[in-house]
C-alpha cells in the first residue's frame, strides 16, 4: 500500500516537471487551434481571431490540459503530452495546409509551416528515442509496410490522373496525344499519332521512347485510357521496392528503411510530376533506382540491363547514365563499369539525336507545302538556348559555355525567365522534403549525384523547375539514392534528426502539393459527373471509322481512330470529316461559321453541351 502511494507520488511529480508542464500547455494550445479549424470562417482571415473568444480559449486550454495531466500521471512512463503535442500539431497542419490551398502564396505557408512542425517533430522524436529505440520490425512487416505504402501512393496518383480523363482536364497535351499513339501501336504495332504535330507521324519523330511498348500488352487487354493513367500511377510507386532493398543493402534499420520507402512515396515531385498526366519520364525514377540497386549489389550484367531501359525512355535520358557513370568512375573507383556506361550512354545519345533529325527531316518532306502546318519536330534543344552562343552549335554549343565561361553559367543558376525567385523555391522543394541528406556527405565525389538537378537550373525553360511537370523524376531518382548513400555514415544523433526534419518537411509539401489536387478532382466530377456521363455518351456515337477535329479536352475520349486533331492547333480546315465543338459555356460564332461556310452542317446539337458536324459530301 505505501509503495503504490509512493508510486503514485512520484508519478503526480513526474508529470508536474517544468518540461512536462510546458509540453501539456503546448498540446492543449494545439489541439485547440485544431479543433477550430473544423469551424466555420477561415483562419487566415484577421476576423477569425476577432470572431473567437478569448475566454474559450483559456477554458479550453484549461480543460486540456487537466485531462492530458490525468493521462499523463496514470501513464507515467509514456511521453503521453509529446504523443498529444504531435497529434495536434499534425491535425493543425493538414487543416491550415489544405484550407489555405489557392490563396496564392500555399507554398510559402507551407515552408513555415514546416518550420514550425519538424521543431515539434525534431522534440516528439528526441522525447521517445528509448520507445522507437526498442521498436524492431522484421523483414516481414517492412516488406508489408513498404507495400502498403506504395499501393497508397499509386492509388492517389492513379485517382488523380483517372479523374482528369473522366472530367474532361486532360488535354491534348500531353494526354489525348498519347491516347492516339496506343490506338495506333495497338493496330499496327507503330508509335503513330496525328494530333501531336498535327499530321499522322511517329512520335518517335519528336521523342525516342521505345519504353511505352512496356505498356502495350496492358493496353492491348484493356483498351481504353484509363490504362494509361493507371500503368504511370503503378510504374511511379514501384519504385518504393529498389528504395526499400537500397536501405537493406545499406544495413539501415527497418525502421529507417520505413521512414525511406514513405519519404519517396511522398516525396511531392514524384506525384505531381503525374499530375499533367501520361510521360514517358515517369520510367526514370525506378528504372535509376534499379540500376543503383544493381551497382551497389555488384549485379553487373542486371545494371546494364536496367542501364538499357533507361536509355529508352527517352534520348536525354542518356544524360542520366552519364552523370552516373561519372559517380561510378570517380566515387567508387569503378573505372571499367564507368567508362563502359559512359560510352554506352553516349554513343546512344548521338545516335538517338541523329535518328530523331533524320526521320523529322523525312517528316518534314513528307507534308513540304501542306498549309499552316507546324514545324514537325526534331530535337529539342532549344530550351539550352540560353546557354548556346550559336544555335547553328547545339547541345555543343552549352557545353562549350559551360566548360569556357563558368561565370556565365553562375548567372544563369537561379535567373529565372521572369525574374522571379522560382529556382530557388524549387530547390527547397526537392531538397527540404529529403532533409539535404544528398548534400551530408564529407565526399566531393558524392555530391556528383546532386549533379542531375542543374539540368533544371540552367535553363530558362519554366516547365523545368515547376514540380508540377514530368521533368523531376531522374533528378528524384538520383537525390533518394544518395541520402540513402549517406545515411550510414552519420552518427545517430544527426541521422535521426535530418531523417526527422525530412519526414515532417516531406509531409508538409505533400498535403499543400497532392492532397488538395485530389479534393478539388473529386469534388469536380461529383458536381459535373451527370454531365460528364452524357459527354461521353455522346461522344461515343461519333464512329471510328471518321477523321475528327475536337477540342483539346475532348482529343482524349476521341481517340480511337486514325485520325484526330485538337482544335486549337488544326486550324478551320476542311479535311476530316466530324467537327466537333465543346458548347457548355458558349458557342464560338467564328469556329462555327467558319465550318459551316466550308460546307458542313450541323449533324447533332446538345444544348449547353456539344454540338457535332458533318462534312458536306460536297467538299474535298
Not at 484577421?46 to 483559456?58: E, K, N, P, Q, W
Not at 492517389?156 to 500531353?174: E, H, K, M, S
Not at 530547390?427 to 546532386?450: A, H, M, N, Q
Request: proline fraction near 4%.
Amino acid at each position: 500500500m505505501e509503495k503504490n502511494k509512493l508510486l503514485s507520488l512520484s508519478s503526480i511529480k513526474s508529470a508536474l516537471s517544468w518540461e512536462r508542464f510546458i509540453c501539456r500547455i503546448f498540446a492543449a494550445w494545439c489541439t485547440f487551434a485544431a479543433v477550430t479549424t473544423f469551424g466555420e470562417g477561415n483562419f487566415y482571415d484577421i476576423t477569425f481571431a476577432r470572431d473567437t473568444s478569448l475566454g474559450v480559449m483559456l477554458l479550453w486550454i484549461v480543460l486540456l490540459f487537466a485531462a492530458y495531466s490525468v493521462v499523463n500521471v496514470l501513464l507515467v512512463h509514456f511521453e503521453t503530452d509529446t504523443w498529444f503535442l504531435m497529434g495536434a500539431a499534425t491535425v493543425c497542419v493538414i487543416r491550415w495546409l489544405v484550407k489555405y490551398t489557392g490563396t496564392g502564396n500555399s507554398l510559402l505557408f507551407a515552408l513555415a509551416v514546416a518550420v514550425a512542425y519538424v521543431l515539434f517533430a525534431v522534440y516528439f522524436v528526441n522525447r521517445n528515442d528509448a520507445l522507437f529505440a526498442s521498436l524492431k520490425l522484421k523483414k516481414g512487416t517492412v516488406w508489408a509496410t513498404v507495400i502498403i505504402i506504395g499501393i497508397f501512393s499509386g492509388a492517389v496518383i492513379g485517382v488523380v490522373t483517372c479523374l482528369r480523363y473522366i472530367t474532361f482536364a486532360a488535354p491534348n497535351f500531353d494526354f489525348g496525344l498519347f491516347c492516339n499513339m496506343f490506338y495506333h501501336m495497338k493496330e499496327t504495332g507503330l508509335p503513330i499519332v496525328s494530333s501531336e504535330r498535327d499530321v499522322l507521324m511517329s512520335h518517335f519523330a519528336v521523342h525516342l521512347s521505345p519504353i511505352y511498348y512496356v505498356l502495350l500488352p496492358f493496353y492491348f487487354i484493356f483498351p481504353t485510357p484509363l490504362t494509361l493513367q493507371i500503368g504511370q500511377a503503378v510504374i511511379i510507386a514501384s519504385g518504393v521496392i529498389p528504395v526499400m532493398l537500397l536501405c537493406r543493402h545499406f544495413k539501415l534499420s527497418g525502421k529507417v528503411t520505413v521512414v525511406m520507402s514513405l519519404i519517396y512515396a511522398l516525396y511531392p515531385a514524384l506525384s505531381t510530376g503525374c499530375f499533367y498526366d501520361l510521360h514517358e519520364n515517369c520510367f526514370l525514377a525506378p528504372l535509376l533506382l534499379w540500376v543503383f540497386y544493381f551497382f551497389e549489389r555488384g549485379n553487373y550484367p542486371l545494371m546494364y540491363v536496367f542501364a538499357v531501359l533507361v536509355l529508352a525512355v527517352k534520348e536525354d535520358a542518356a544524360v542520366y547514365i552519364i552523370l552516373f557513370a561519372l559517380y561510378v568512375i570517380f566515387a567508387r573507383k569503378k573505372f571499367a563499369h564507368g567508362v563502359i556506361l559512359a560510352v554506352i550512354s553516349a554513343a546512344y545519345f548521338v545516335i538517338a539525336l541523329q535518328i530523331l533529325e533524320s526521320v523529322s527531316a523525312s517528316y518534314a518532306e513528307l507534308y513540304a507545302g501542306v498549309s499552316a502546318k507546324p514545324a514537325i519536330a526534331g530535337p529539342m534543344v532549344n530550351r539550352f538556348d540560353n546557354l548556346m552562343a550559336s544555335k547553328e552549335e547545339g547541345l555543343g554549343g552549352a557545353v562549350k559555355t559551360a566548360l569556357v565561361n563558368p561565370g556565365y553559367l553562375l548567372t544563369q543558376l537561379f535567373t529565372t525567365s521572369d525574374g522571379g525567385w522560382a529556382k530557388i523555391v524549387y530547390v527547397l522543394e526537392i531538397l527540404l522534403p529529403l532533409g539535404f541528406l544528398p548534400l551530408c556527405s564529407k565526399k566531393p565525389s558524392r555530391w556528383l549525384l546532386v549533379v542531375p538537378v542543374l539540368t533544371n537550373l540552367l535553363t530558362m525553360y519554366k516547365y523545368q523547375y515547376d514540380i508540377g511537370y514530368q521533368y523531376h523524376f531522374g533528378i528524384s531518382a538520383f537525390l533518394i539514392y544518395a541520402s540513402i548513400v549517406n545515411l550510414p555514415e552519420m552518427k545517430s544523433p544527426a541521422r535521426k534528426t535530418l531523417l526527422t526534419v525530412a519526414a515532417a518537411s516531406c509531409l508538409c509539401l505533400y498535403v499543400v502539393t497532392v492532397m488538395p489536387t485530389v479534393s478539388s478532382y473529386v469534388k469536380r466530377y461529383e458536381k459535373g459527373k451527370d454531365t460528364y456521363a452524357k459527354l461521353e455518351e455522346v461522344l461515343e456515337t461519333i464512329p471510328e471509322d471518321k477523321s475528327v477535329v475536337a477540342p483539346s479536352m475532348f482529343v482524349a475520349h476521341l481517340a480511337n481512330r486514325d485520325e484526330i486533331y485538337a482544335l486549337n492547333y488544326h486550324g478551320n480546315e476542311a479535311d476530316v470529316d466530324i467537327v466537333v465543338l465543346d458548347i457548355r459555356t458558349k458557342v464560338d460564332e467564328k469556329t462555327l461559321n467558319a465550318y459551316l461556310n466550308a460546307g458542313y452542317t450541323v449533324r447533332e446539337e446538345y444544348p449547353k453541351l456539344v454540338m457535332i458536324l458533318e462534312r458536306g459530301e460536297s467538299v474535298e
